[in-house]
């Protein structure tokens, strides 16, 4: 292998496996939060927070974070890379707060909330590229970042535009099989989102890695995010299609049926 030296450009290359891995569980993520989205107000019309909470943490949790952080872990360059632990946990605090109050905003009352929707798209996209670019600066590597804040911006506007349609369509559509196709349009733009976000850094060698303590990393990180993410989908999805947290919404089915 070339030797690297200081002030190098370095090109980066992804593992496609992580990739496609990094998209199921963004499709994952998202078809959850819009089963728990049509679930959130009961009956008497008050928001049941327990189906919130389960809905934050599918879609911030799982449909955006682990997507982000195995997109991270697809990311390949010549040099060693590990991650802060405590700005990667204060990302996935970050993505699911934000977007449980985004989901609030937008459904949690009696009806869809148009100003509601367009407060909590503002809010969830740019806190979407705040966790995104969080997540990137607490990369550990022989390598300074540069950004183009044009393809930066860029991040942005899909940031907003794909929080917007997701709020959207978690409160405007039933029907599984409409659903399923709306889960996988949110994939699609959480992924744009986060490769373009990425596309904005150019990697300059260096002499060295900052020394950190707190740095986690490993060749099955990936995998074990999927795994993880995946454990607790399927959890979530049995809880709120089961008796219990469903259970306020029974009489407001029994008497459209």
Known sequence: ?????????????????LVALSFLISFAGSLVALICAGRMVG?????NLAVVACAAVALGGIGIWSMHFIGMLAYRLPVAISYNMPLTVVSLV?????????????????KFSKAGW?????????????????????????????????????????????????????????????QIAAAAVMGVAV?????????????????????????????YMGLSVFGTAGAVLIFIFWV????????PTAPRRARTS
């Open 191 to 219: 992924c744009t989102m986060h490769y373009v976000g990425m596309s904005a850094a150019s990697m300059i060698c260096t002499a060295a890695a900052p020394a950190d303590a707190l740095a986690i990393g490993g060749s």
């Open 240 to 247: 709120v299609t089961g008796s219990s947290l469903d259970a």
């Open 118 to 178: 367009l407060a909590g798209s503002l809010l969830a996209g740019i806190g979407v590229c705040v966790m995104h670019y969080m997540g990137m600066f607490a990369m550990n590597m022989r390598a300074s970042m540069e950004f183009d804040m044009g393809t930066v911006a860029l991040s942005v506007v899909i940031a907003i535009t794909a929080a917007a349609a997701a709020l959207w369509l978690a409160f405007n559509l039933r029907k599984l099989s409409h």
């Open 1 to 17: 292998m070339t030797p690297l030296v200081v002030g190098q450009l370095l090109s980066p290359e992804y593992s496609l496996g």
């Open 94 to 110: 970050a993505a699911i707060l934000i977007s449980g109050i985004a989901l609030y905003l937008a459904g949690g009352r009696r």
């Open 43 to 47: 009956a008497d019309g008050k928001p």
